[in-house]
């Protein structure tokens, strides 16, 4: 079992930034991010592999990167250009392989909450 702990959520203004990381305790094939909003589906939003393939929802294409440091087993998500509907709970998770399929997810961190206004 992964632990996971996300960090750097907040509140920003629409068109705003932000940088998410997720501190793993040992290294994963694939690590990514998942949002959620009360009553809602949980969403893929962004992962990547060991060797830096990596996958986007529709929804972030364009606008969110996603990193991964190997030897600090860190993933981070740099999200640009804010909108209010990426107010969500960001959730770190850790794969076997490179999927957007959140049952094939195993290990997840609590999540953390970003809100974007206006």
């Known amino acids: 079992q992964v632990q996971l702990v996300e960090s750097g959520g907040g509140l920003v203004q629409a068109g705003g930034s932000l940088r998410l990381s997720c501190a793993a305790s040992?290294?994963?094939?694939?690590m990514g991010w998942f949002r959620q909003t009360p009553g809602k589906e949980r969403d893929f939003v962004a992962a990547?592999?060991?060797?830096?393939?990596?996958m986007y929802g529709d929804s972030v294409q364009g606008r969110f990167t996603v990193s991964r440091d190997n030897a600090k087993n860190t993933l981070y998500l740099y999200m640009n250009s804010l909108k209010p509907e990426d107010t969500a709970v960001y959730y770190c998770?850790?794969?076997?392989?490179?999927?957007?399929?959140?049952?094939?997810?195993?290990?997840w961190g609590q999540g953390t909450q970003v809100t974007v206004s206006s």
């Open positions: 998770a850790t794969s076997g392989r490179l999927t957007t399929l959140d049952h094939e997810y195993a290990s």
């Open positions: 040992f290294s994963s094939y694939a």
């Open positions: 990547m592999s060991w060797i830096g393939r990596s």
